[in-house]
Nanobody, 124 residues
């Protein structure tokens, strides 16, 4: 069982930056592939970025590629999402998720555990 708690969300102006953190409980954090998803009002939850168990492989959605970076620190049981050059369309609740496969996961159904989410609001 893995429990995930996101933090770091808030209100930021367009063009600004935020770093989200996701702290995981449990001793097996390094066994899980991790991902970030987001859900804007009235829209479906969508994939943002994923990272393998070691951090050696990452992938970001086209809409955020070059602006967002996913990373992890297995010693701290934490995964991060560095968000730069934020746009109003990035406004959403951001969720951290974990899946038992050590590789990359791109779809919601691949993930076994989810955090409660953290709100990111980008003002234009």
């Amino acid at each position: 069982q893995v429990q995930l708690v996101e933090s770091g969300g808030g209100l930021v102006q367009a063009g600004g930056s935020l770093r989200l953190s996701c702290a995981a409980s449990g001793r097996t954090f390094s066994s899980y592939g991790m991902g970030w998803f987001r859900q804007a009002p009235g829209k479906e939850r969508e994939f943002v970025a994923a990272i393998s168990w070691s951090g050696g492989s990452t992938y970001a959605a086209h809409s955020v590629k070059g602006r967002f970076t996913i990373s992890r620190d297995n010693a701290k049981n934490t995964v991060y999402l560095q968000m730069n050059s934020l746009k109003s369309e990035d406004t959403a609740v951001y969720y951290c998720a974990a899946h038992r496969s050590r590789g990359l996961g791109y779809a919601l159904y691949e993930y076994d555990y989810w955090g409660q989410g953290t709100q990111v609001t980008v003002s234009s």
